[in-house]
């Protein structure tokens, strides 16, 4: 029971291989399914266990078979255990993600790369999560935009910024910058942010 | 438009005035104000400089602005097309380009928006006679201005002549036949260039009209005597002014043909309108110097010229900064010091032997390509008391004694050899303790090594402890320029498949962004602009120099050695086809170092020549070097002085279109140096004869 090939065990291993390089592995479903299989199978069990000696009261109930209860029910909540640390561990990458972009869901979302390896409903926990944090956004907008991702404090209003990926043609406050690689610009820090964390436009 | 320097004791508008009005025209406009100044910088360490001093003067008024390097005259030609969309652009800022093009005619910048305005600060010579005194349309002429040292107002002979031809229409030739009938206008003797056309809008008209002086009706014989006398008078007008018309025509040829010379460095103006403003700082003062001194090492200004300026700095280097006396300075001291400079290339940084091997001054005098020269710096070594171990070894680690008297026992023995002069003015810039000082000279050694060869082509960078079989095998790593320019990455790629949105390097590949990599100028470029702010960059950048004069003295030995040196009707031409470092060679500003450098080894053994219609005696020559990608040959033409520390203006400009002209040979001029030129493979041979064989040279 022990094993390193059984199934918690190896959704534990995978997230910490996630953890470990960085990245973010597929939505391991076969194995999400086959740890709710093997709960089911050990709750019929139990169950079974159960009714065979619910007619005696609980100080007579004979050693193995509660030594088998308690191992049954032990196992059954350390699945649980870890098919939620496999859930809220991949979850909590996502955040990281949405965060590290500012915000900026399709760039998340549209990337086919991320998308192959969420499940439908890890892209639903996406699209509410973004909905709810643009509401909460919103709430704040005259005071402080959350979304805007700040590392250390800005110096300047300005930003000396050099293009690192073509973004073409941007609509700020004060005009459309045309922004060409290979080009420095001296730009508003609250226009470009966005860009920055985006990774098109790099501060030099 | 001429924008004059300013001068305390003249009221006028100047530099000061014309970037109130940018800034004023930036602050107007709070709305489009995002993409509305513009700066293009040409690819040379002046402008280099001075680009980095405008735009910290515009950052520090909040003035949002764009730094385009433009490579070439093609390039400069896109560029504007470009620009010509833009309607918010209401400054163009051009730096060390553009003087020579004719800017108010439509071709160039005549037809852009009214707002937009032009402001041209070069150090080419000569300049557009169109873009400083006026063209056609005045109106355009306001908007373009050309910042300028002061030369430009000694013009004046050039300054009436171009007036009198841009408002004087040709006088007509059919006006002579009809003697009788033209009025004779008032001011006959005056100078033509005053008025408008008075005798000839007349003589167009052409009427029947009686001279006012015939009120009453003398006797017709006497009338008819005046009338001739008047048509005489009148034809010797005309005759003079076909005169002074070829007269004003010639003095212009004249100053567009006398060749291609510098002026004060962008930097310098640059330096000028900070004064104005009062913003001066040791970084600003440092780029001026080294924009002074770049210009003097690659023989742009003559050595009066440089230490004019050079005391200039001296005074602002001392207004700026504490001075010490050379042996005291304290260790931390983080700032700029004025002293004398050995002319040994890297000399801080390098081995001592290696650093007077490499100067071209000591080459020429010692004949350093024979084996006989190296022996003679070994024997003067030897001499000045410097064992084989002393001159081998990093200079940093010689004895302070050694150093110390490095330049007394130089003075005392270096003459026999016939090297004199061997010390000039200039600066030096402390860090404290973190690192070595760096010399002026350094920096634009290093500089330039950054934005002439950079990451374009692999070569062997030095490892410091190399030299002389050090402890590494292998003498040097190939040198990268820094992986800002993700495209670079496709080797970085994450062994696995997941590749993380995160690390937006590999995404770049599935973009269209890979496919149009950014041109390896463009990273120069700014590799360079980024290296003048950071000393670690540039001391890194100096290995990479070494291995540049490395390969210029290996070259010009073996040029020396197998006599390639032909000489065509006074000219000395050079064909590099072959050798280890072709590619390194192809490249424009290497080659005009290698040109430069058998120019400075030929001096005093070759006789000069006068080219052109000057008298002065010159050294004209001619490098080409193939360049085996572009199936072409590279020429730089360099015309130098025959003293030392002289500069000549160069000829070489107007005499490659001369040249191409006559035998019509594809070429194509790839950068604002109008001497560099790119000639197809097999033209080469017709170029070079009709080049040395041309009627007037």
Known sequence: MSSSTELSVQLITECKRSSNSGTLYKYNDNLVRQLSREIRVLDRDLTALLSSVSHLPANEIPHPELCALTMIQTTIERDKRCLLAYHQFRMSMLKDMYWAVGGALPHVLNDPDVRGKLSPHEVDFMREYARITMEYRSDLSDVVDITMGIITPPKDIHALVIVVRDCGVVTTELGAIDFQKGQRYLVRRADIEHLILQGYLEEV | ???????????????????????????????????????????????????????????????????????????????????????????????????????????????????????????????????????????????????????????????????????????????????????????????????????????????????????????????????????????????????????????????????????????????????????????????????????????????????????????????????????????????IRTGQELRFTLLRHWTLYDAMLHSSYVANKLAIWKERGRRKLSGLFAKMGYSKSHTQQNYQWMSKKGRDELTDKLDLYAPEYGLVELSYPSFVRHYGHQRLPMGAADMVEGICALLDVGGRVKILAEVAGTQNGGEWFGGGRTWEVGTRWRDDDKENKPPQQPAEPNSNGN???????????????????????????????????????????????????????????????????????????????????????????????????????????????????????????????????????????????????????????????????????????????????????????????
């Not at chain 2, 490579?71 to 800022?93: F, P, W």
């Not at chain 2, 005009?592 to 030929?602: E, F, I, M, T």
């Not at chain 2, 109008?674 to 017709?686: C, F, P, Q, Y």
């Open chain 2, 1 to 335: 438009m001429l924008l004059p320097p300013p001068n305390p004791s003249i009221k006028r508008d100047s530099y000061g005035e014309a970037y109130q009005s940018i800034i004023a025209k930036h602050r107007r406009s709070p709305m489009t104000s995002a993409s509305s100044v513009v700066i293009l910088v040409a690819p040379d360490v002046d402008a280099l400089c001075a680009s980095r001093m405008f735009a910290e003067l515009l950052k520090q008024d909040d003035v949002l602005h764009r730094i385009i390097p433009v490579s070439g005259l093609a390039d400069l030609e896109r560029m504007k097309n470009e620009l010509l969309t833009y309607t918010e652009l209401h400054t163009l800022i051009l730096l060390n380009m553009g003087s020579i093009l004719d800017l108010p005619s439509n071709d160039w910048f005549g037809c852009f928006e009214e707002n937009l305005t032009l402001h041209v600060i070069d150090s080419n010579r000569p300049q557009n006679l169109s873009s400083l005194f006026g063209s056609e349309d005045p109106e355009v002429d306001k908007r373009i201005l050309i910042w300028d040292d002061g030369d430009a107002e000694k013009l004046t002979e050039e300054k009436k002549a171009w007036e009198s031809i841009l408002y004087d229409p040709e006088p007509d030739s059919e006006s002579d036949d009809s003697d009788d009938d033209l009025l004779i206008s008032d001011d006959e003797g005056d100078d033509e260039e005053e008025e408008e056309d008075d005798d000839d809008s007349s003589s167009q008209v052409g009427q029947k009209r009686k001279s006012n002086s015939s009120q009453d009706e003398p006797s017709p014989k006497r009338r008819r005597k005046e009338e001739r006398a008047q048509a005489r008078a009148k034809r010797k007008e005309k005759q003079e002014a076909r005169e002074a018309r070829e007269l004003h025509e010639k003095i212009i040829n004249k100053h567009y043909s006398v060749g291609t010379w510098y002026g004060q460095a962008a930097s310098g103006i640059v330096y000028a309108l900070a004064t104005v403003l009062e913003r001066i700082d040791n970084e600003i003062l440092w780029l001026a110097i080294i924009s002074l001194t770049f210009q003097f090492t690659t023989a742009r200004i003559s050595r009066a010229t440089y230490e004019g300026y050079q005391q200039l700095y001296s005074d602002e280097v001392a207004r700026l900064n504490a001075t010490f006396p050379e042996d005291a300075i304290p260790g931390d001291f983080e700032g």
């Open chain 2, 507 to 697: 995404k770049e590949d599935a973009n269209d962004d890979a496919k149009v990599p950014v041109p390896w100028w463009i990273k120069n470029f700014w590799a360079a602009y980024d290296a003048l702010n950071n000393v670690k960059a540039v001391h890194e950048a100096l290995f990479l120099s070494m291995s540049i004069h490395r390969a210029i003295i290996r070259e010009g030995c073996s040029i020396i050695d197998k006599q390639q040196i032909k000489s065509m009707n006074g000219h000395r031409v050079v064909i590099i086809t072959q050798g280890p470092d072709l590619d390194l060679l192809a490249q424009p500003a290497t080659l005009s170092k290698l040109a430069l450098w058998l120019v400075d080894s030929h001096r005093d053994r070759v006789p000069g020549t006068t080219m052109g219609r000057s008298k002065r005696k010159c050294l004209p020559f001619v490098v080409a070097c193939l360049d085996r990608k572009a199936g072409s040959y590279l020429v730089v033409g360099v015309t130098a002085a025959l003293e030392d520390g002289d500069v000549r203006k160069n000829l070489f400009g107007l005499a490659f279109l001369d040249a191409k002209e006559i035998c019509n040979a594809r070429s194509r001029h790839g950068t604002f140096d109008t001497s560099v030129i790119e000639i197809n493979e097999a033209d080469l041979t017709m170029f070079l004869q009709a080049l040395c064989n041309r009627p007037n040279a």
